[in-house]
């Protein structure tokens, strides 16, 4: 056998492999654009998205930018009451002489903020109460619950009338009041993904290599429960909206000289009957369509942090 050359003895250096790309399919996508994706894929929710933002904005920027008077009764002396809407008023003055267009802006502004601060309360209260009593289980959650269930049995318009005809009606009171009594039944909600999470297979392991129930709620059940938590904090703030309306509606509303809508509609049922349509079809209109779309905007959020949704 011949003697291999020198070059021959020596295997030549093969060149790397060039580094694998994936396709535009098989790329990982990053979760918060999958949830966004899936958020834009609801319509509805986009839009309500919009009109709530446009909405909010104009109740806070209209009466600084078009400022009219909703505060002083004695200035509207020798102004047209229950006027139709004209160029001066595009949609006319209720029965006090105020315009109703800067109204509803002004109303919105109180009716808003208290349903959103209201709201955030309810769900802050509800999800910490819900996630000790499901976690802790036992004797513990026993009580917990029967607490909840003694308060869902009152009727809870009858005991915000109750309370505030015994204290008193400011608008600190009736965001404590709306957002103090409104988290019973979010409560539940919670605690029951708090007694579902806590017996899965990744909770027990973290229990059994000791990590502390803190820890376990932190890192494993409220991270799982978001879903639900988002859901109804959305649900809340409409609730939360709904109730001082009502409030409002039977005259426990907001104090003069401020206002809120449920106030608002109360005084225009009044005058609907001699014709005077543009003292509550409008307001009606804008407070239907701000609680639906808080309501589509739940729904879209439930789809985007829900699990089974995003891709693997």
């Known amino acids: 056998m ?101 109204r509803i802006f002004y109303g919105g502004e109180y009716s808003l903020t208290l349903g959103f601060v209201a709201g955030f309360i309810t769900i802050v209260v509800g999800t910490t109460y819900g996630m000790i009593s499901g976690f802790a289980g036992g004797i513990t959650d026993t009580l917990m619950m029967r607490l909840i269930d003694a308060f869902l049995s009152i009727p809870y318009i009858f005991l915000l009338i109750t309370l505030i005809a015994i204290f008193n009606r400011s608008t600190v009171f009736l965001i404590c009041i709306i957002g103090f009594t409104l988290w019973w039944g979010n409560a539940r909600i919670i605690r029951g993904d708090a007694l579902l999470i806590r017996n899965l297979e990744y909770s027990q392991a973290a229990t059994a290599m000791g990590a502390r129930k803190w820890h376990i709620i932190r890192r494993h059940v409220f991270p799982n429960s978001i879903s639900n938590i988002v859901t109804v904090a959305t649900f809340s703030v409409a609730d939360a909206i709904l109730f001082l309306s009502a409030l409002g509606f039977l005259g426990l509303g907001i104090q003069a000289p401020q206002t809120d809508w449920g106030t608002m509609l109360q005084a225009g049922t009044s005058q609907i009957q001699n014709g005077f349509w543009w003292e509550i079809y409008p307001l009606a209109l804008v407070f239907i369509l701000v609680v639906v779309s808080i309501n589509y905007i739940g729904d879209a959020l439930r789809d985007c942090f829900e699990v089974r949704l995003l891709e693997r």
Do not use: Y
């Open 2 to 102: 011949t003697d291999l050359t020198e070059r021959e003895r020596v295997s030549p250096i093969e060149p790397p492999d060039p580094p694998t790309t994936l396709s535009t399919d098989d790329q990982i996508v990053p979760m918060w654009r999958q949830r966004l994706r899936i958020f834009f894929h609801n319509k509805l929710a986009v839009a309500s998205v919009v009109f709530l933002f446009l909405t909010i904005a104009a109740c806070f920027l209209v009466p600084v930018l078009h400022p009219t008077n909703q505060t002083n009764q004695a200035a509207t002396f020798g102004l047209p009451w229950n006027a139709a809407p004209s160029w001066h008023h595009w949609l006319g003055t209720d029965s006090s002489g105020f315009d109703e267009l800067g």
